[in-house]
């Protein structure tokens, strides 16, 4: 099996939502960019849970658009071996620094975990540091969890109450 790693945190010192993911899958990976599948809604969820068009910006500015937002992004898994990008297929993973990473974030509210896998491995690193910060469990954005999207919104859209006055907006029709 290959091994795969994750790619930098993008965080600044005002983020107050933190949205873990797990690893980034093939297509992440060959193109260097977070959420790069064109199938996986995570663009679009948070996009339309801040009331812009992420999905149609160049990928820098998403990311400075996320910062904006006071929105950070990283994974749980810092290496794995996986072939593929499912997660049921992570074997061998090593952990990123969640605690250090969480302690260097003075504004930090909320953790967000986006899927299960994700949810799983990051309890187990934050253990009691976890008490510190709301947690959600949001479901997956990959096109492998097959909930339905506005489904899917409506539970991404709890993370509103953390963000900014100018990033909460209803949900777009």
Same mark, same amino acid.
């Given at each position: ?20 993911? *797990? +690893? !980034?899958?093939? @297509?992440?990976? $060959?193109?260097?960019?977070?959420? =790069? ?66 302690? *260097? +974030? !003075?504004?930090? @509210?909320?953790? $967000?975990?986006?899927?299960?896998? =994700? ?55």
């Amino acid at each position: 099996m290959t091994l795969k790693r994750c790619f930098p945190p993008v965080v600044d010192a005002e983020t107050r939502v933190l949205i873990l993911g *797990s +690893l !980034p899958g093939e @297509a992440s990976l $060959a193109q260097g960019r977070y959420y =790069a599948h064109k199938q996986n809604q995570f663009w679009r969820l948070v996009g339309d849970m801040i009331g812009l068009d992420l999905p149609s910006q160049d990928y820098d500015a998403r990311l400075q658009t996320l910062l904006a937002h006071r929105i950070g992004l990283w994974d749980v898994v810092a290496e794995a071996r996986r072939e593929g990008s499912l997660d049921s297929n992570i074997r061998d993973h090593a952990g990123n620094d969640l605690i250090g990473l969480i302690d *260097s +974030l !003075p504004n930090l @509210a909320v953790i $967000a975990f986006n899927g299960g896998t =994700a949810e799983r491995i990051g309890l187990k690193a934050l253990r009691e540091h976890g008490d510190r910060h709301r947690i959600v469990r949001l479901p997956s954005s990959s096109p492998a969890h097959t909930l339905s999207y506005a489904e899917k919104l409506r539970a991404w859209q709890a993370l509103q109450a953390w963000l900014p006055a100018r990033a909460r907006r209803s949900s777009p029709d």
